[in-house]
């Protein structure tokens, strides 16, 4: 069996092509078990983000596996093959893997460490397993993928720097207040980076906003978003004695706020500091605004400045988690290799339970005069015997199974203990080599509880 991979993200695909492919919720479980129809499909796991749609599947064989799929694509968004063949990309067995630990670590998103993804595979495995279309390989890749997403952000710094302008911005300003708790913003502009570093304020405690902008009806639409309160660009530079950060990102071709006013407002504000945060370009507020006591004013400049930086250390950060990546690919791989010899050792260990207790069902019947002591000392003893005698053997199938000659040496452990009858009766049916992917190894919805840090705001794009 096989585990493959078919999806189309960001870098492959732009959003116009993307939108196509978008699995609405509630239409999901329909859409796993229709999967589940397709040819070769033995198990399956669906990843729909906004910035790529992933389709995990374990199956039989790989001949025209990206046929099939490509086909039930066809069939399930009623796009033709050729719109999206060629932004399609296709991961077999190890690539597979291997892509899924990264994607859940943060390493393959938009912006990179980001820890949406994380709780976006969580809950595409989750939905996928409370529908019953995952079994013994995916409950296990999918539960050590999640472990590893939380390992990578809890052992490392890839998610603790702001990456994005916006958010830079609320990080200087927590440098400055500490926290935002209490803090009254006010936003020059109504553009896109104002809108997104108000939502970040907003998710660190800011308590008012007031948001400003020459278009007063643009100014009334931003300020509902967060229960804020609108105003004209004149009227809000008035209240600067009011606020705690300003925001300006207007478009305007010279000086919003000049030093002057800066200045004027502060008098009416002593010993409390203004933090100030230019993004437009060109610049909204006069430079020597920063040489009024108090003021605390950065541009775009200096935000760009503190992201690439932190952009550098999560790229440090990410080759610790690469090397992460390689140890759990390593693990699951030796986990399939050895998967195979659970039939056997259970045949091995039902074999002796069975010599055992008919041996001492014949003792028993041999000496009636010993108590129940006595047959109790009896029984810890000589089943500490058997197993000891089990103890070996067992780990060097186990060793030898995950080996290049596994399927030899297992066959050859299989005859010299005699467990063809026992195999062919147990509940395995059939080959060691060949475990039913569909078997119920499932686990609690509680094992994959994610820390709360995990979904700090980011104002960053998820998946």
């Not at 599947?57 to 596996?65: A, E, F, G």
């Not at 710094?157 to 302008?165: D, P, Q």
């Not at 004149?234 to 000086?255: C, F, P, Q």
Request: overall charge negative; hydrophobic content about 40%; glycine content about 6%.
């Amino acid at each position: 069996m096989h585990i493959v991979v078919v999806g189309l993200n960001y870098r492959t695909a732009p959003v116009e092509v993307r939108e196509q492919f978008a699995f609405a919720e509630k239409d999901l479980p329909a859409a796993l078990h229709q999967l589940m129809q397709t040819k070769s499909v033995l198990e399956g796991v669906v990843v729909a983000t906004c910035n790529r749609t992933e389709i995990y599947v374990v199956v039989d064989r790989l001949h025209m596996c990206g046929y099939f799929i490509r086909s039930y694509m066809e069939q399930w968004f009623g796009v033709k093959s050729d719109v999206f063949t060629q932004h399609m990309y296709i991961y077999e067995d190890e690539q597979a893997i291997a892509h899924l630990l990264r994607v859940t670590c943060g390493l393959d998103s938009m912006v990179i460490g980001e820890t949406q993804i994380l709780g976006q595979v969580r809950s595409a495995f989750l939905t996928a397993q409370a529908e019953g279309v995952t079994g013994t390989w995916f409950n296990r890749l999918f539960k050590q993928a999640v472990t590893l997403g939380k390992r990578a952000h809890s052992e490392t710094s890839i998610g603790e720097s702001a990456v994005s302008v916006s958010y830079a911005a609320v990080e200087l300003g927590k440098r400055i207040f500490g926290m935002f708790t209490g803090k009254k913003v006010l936003i020059l502009g109504a553009g896109k980076m104002s809108e997104l570093t108000v939502k970040h304020l907003y998710s660190s405690g800011a308590a008012e906003v007031i948001v400003a902008n020459r278009t007063l009806e643009r100014a009334v639409e931003l300020a509902e978003k967060f229960s804020g309160k609108p105003s004209t660009i004149e009227e809000a530079l008035k209240r600067l004695n009011e606020v705690d950060i300003v925001i300006s990102s207007t478009g305007a071709e010279g000086y919003v706020l000049t030093a002057d006013r800066v200045a004027e407002g502060m008098k009416r504000r002593p010993s409390r500091p203004l933090f100030m945060i230019d993004i437009a370009v060109p610049r909204d507020i006069d430079p020597a605004a920063a040489n009024v006591p108090d003021v605390f004013l950065y541009d775009i400049d200096d935000l760009e400045g503190i992201v690439e930086t932190n952009l550098e250390m999560r790229r440090t950060e990410a080759a610790k988690i690469e090397v992460m990546i390689e140890e759990e690919l390593e693990e699951f791989q030796m986990w399939l290799k050895t998967l195979g010899v659970r039939p056997v050792i259970r045949a091995l260990q039902d074999k002796s339970n069975g010599i055992y207790e008919d041996t001492m069902d014949s003792l028993f019947n041999k000496l009636p005069e010993l108590d129940e002591h006595q047959r109790k000392v009896i029984r810890r003893l000589t089943k500490s015997i058997v197993n000891q005698m089990m103890h070996d053997p067992i780990n060097v199938i186990k060793e030898l199974s995950g080996g290049k000659q596994g399927n030899e040496a297992l066959e050859y452990f299989t005859q010299i203990f005699a467990l063809q009858e026992q195999l062919d009766t147990s509940p395995d049916g059939g080959s060691p080599a060949q475990p039913q992917p569909m078997e119920a190894e499932r686990s609690s919805a509680s094992e994959f509880t994610l820390p709360k840090a995990v979904f700090a705001p980011a104002g960053l794009l998820g998946g």
